[in-house]
């Protein structure tokens, strides 16, 4: 197994229970470090994928989003005790990409999708008793939080985020509890090489160095690298299929444990280059502006050059500037609250297929249906799409490479 994010970890455990012995390689110091922690950790139903106006994205990411908690609950971790956030409101904004007709459009249309997915999988949303997705909220209630200035519309919904935080301490224990998973950390995969028996060998190094390169023989190799997957996959033949970009991208995580008096709604602002508040209960919170957040893009097979360090003049930089406009847009911000918490500024590197901006209404970056498990032979390459997807997908390569029964 080639990466130790959540789609690694997950595809490593089930994988284990099913009797294999698993050999996860990752190239940090430790499992669920880098874009799997610092995210903001949305269960997706789809309804910010308004963009996909033939909704094929909400059907995707709502099948693996209902199924998510029942994934994590197979390899003994409770999802719903891990920290939910508050549910969302979606804020249309006055610059959004797309009306709030045609938004209100794609939210039915999502909501449809997830009652026929219900009753087809016997599964609801991290829970949920709601039948109703999304309620579009009255003008006084837009007003108690949004600056109308700015806020055209605004529609509560089911939608939640688990705390990546919470739920990444969770599945290391449950890696490290496995004894049918070798960790090899500070372990950067060169390259994976077919050989003549129809096995696969595994070219990695230690720290990234090129001396002393180790080469392991196995059955089945599955690639579930964020970063590097493109890279590794093309070194093996598997082109990609079409354009792609990576995006390097912080954000701020506010220790919140001292809890505020009154804290912002969880709240995710439609549709175009802006931001989002995520608010777990009482304990922390996650605040994001994209064009503030953003150091960085590429198309290249790896993103290597746009990871470099991030000092601290960037960091306070990034800070102040998402804090000054999410503010303008969601006056209920307690901005003075946060300045005086603890808050960390990082994150990841982000990927997509598409290599142009959102705010470009045709742009690829607008769609995740085309996701999903793809082998050649024994080798099999992950394209997770989002986070909640990792355990549906974790199932998929897993019946591939050892099916039930």
């Known amino acids: 197994m080639l990466g130790a994010g959540i789609q690694g970890v997950c595809a490593a455990l089930e994988l284990a229970r099913r009797g294999c012995r698993v050999d996860l390689y990752e190239c940090e110091a430790r499992p669920l470090g880098g874009a799997s922690l610092w995210n903001e950790g949305k269960v997706h139903l789809g309804l910010i994928f308004a963009g996909d106006r033939a909704s094929r994205t909400a059907r995707v990411l709502a099948g693996g989003s209902m199924r998510f908690a029942s994934g994590l609950a197979r390899w003994g971790v409770d999802v719903l005790a891990e920290g939910l956030s508050e549910p969302f409101t979606y804020a249309v904004h006055r610059d959004s990409i797309l009306s709030v007709e045609s938004i209100e459009r794609h939210f039915a249309a999502v909501e449809a999708t997830y009652r026929e997915l219900r009753d087809a999988l016997g599964e609801r949303y991290l829970g949920a008793h709601d039948e109703v997705v999304y309620e579009r909220l009255p003008q006084r209630e837009l007003e108690a939080s949004y600056d109308p200035a700015l806020v055209v519309a605004a529609f509560a919904t089911i939608e939640r985020s688990v705390d990546p935080e919470r739920l990444a301490r969770r599945l290391r224990d449950a890696i490290a509890a496995e004894?049918?998973?070798?960790?090899?950390?500070?372990?950067?995969?060169?390259?994976?090489?077919?050989?003549?028996?129809?096995?696969?060998?595994?070219?990695?190094?230690?720290?990234?160095?090129?001396?002393?390169?180790?080469?392991?023989?196995?059955?089945?190799?599955?690639?579930?690298?964020?970063?590097?997957?493109?890279?590794?996959?093309?070194?093996?033949?598997?082109?990609?299929?079409?354009?792609?970009?990576?995006?390097?991208?912080?954000?701020?995580?506010?220790?919140?444990?001292?809890?505020?008096?009154?804290?912002?709604?969880?709240?995710?602002?439609?549709?175009?280059?802006?931001?989002?508040?995520?608010?777990?209960?009482?304990?922390?919170?996650?605040?994001?502006?994209?064009?503030?957040?953003?150091?960085?893009?590429?198309?290249?097979?790896?993103?290597?050059?746009?990871?470099?360090?991030?000092?601290?003049?960037?960091?306070?930089?990034?800070?102040?500037?998402?804090?000054?406009?999410?503010?303008?847009?969601?006056?209920?911000?307690?901005?003075?609250?946060?300045?005086?918490?603890?808050?960390?500024?990082?994150?990841?590197?982000?990927?997509?297929?598409?290599?142009?901006?959102?705010?470009?209404?045709?742009?690829?970056?607008?769609?995740?249906?085309?996701?999903?498990?793809?082998?050649?032979?024994?080798y099999h390459s992950i394209d997770t799409g989002k986070y909640c997807m990792a355990p549906l997908f974790a199932l998929e390569v897993a019946d591939r490479v050892r099916p039930e029964g």
């Open 179 to 378: 004894p049918r998973v070798r960790l090899l950390v500070d372990r950067r995969v060169e390259s994976v090489v077919r050989d003549g028996d129809a096995r696969l060998r595994v070219i990695s190094s230690e720290g990234g160095s090129c001396h002393g390169a180790d080469v392991d023989r196995y059955g089945h190799v599955v690639n579930a690298l964020w970063g590097d997957r493109l890279r590794v996959d093309a070194a093996l033949g598997l082109a990609p299929r079409r354009r792609w970009s990576f995006r390097f991208k912080l954000a701020l995580h506010v220790d919140q444990r001292v809890a505020m008096a009154s804290p912002p709604p969880s709240t995710t602002l439609l549709l175009g280059e802006f931001g989002d508040i995520v608010t777990f209960d009482g304990r922390r919170i996650y605040l994001s502006w994209y064009p503030a957040c953003l150091l960085g893009t590429t198309s290249e097979l790896a993103p290597n050059g746009i990871v470099a360090g991030v000092d601290d003049a960037t960091r306070d930089r990034v800070f102040a500037n998402v804090l000054e406009r999410l503010s303008a847009v969601v006056p209920s911000l307690p901005a003075a609250e946060i300045e005086r918490c603890a808050t960390t500024v990082e994150g990841g590197v982000i990927f997509t297929w598409g290599d142009t901006r959102i705010t470009d209404p045709a742009s690829e970056v607008h769609r995740r249906f085309d996701i999903g498990v793809r082998s050649c032979g024994r």
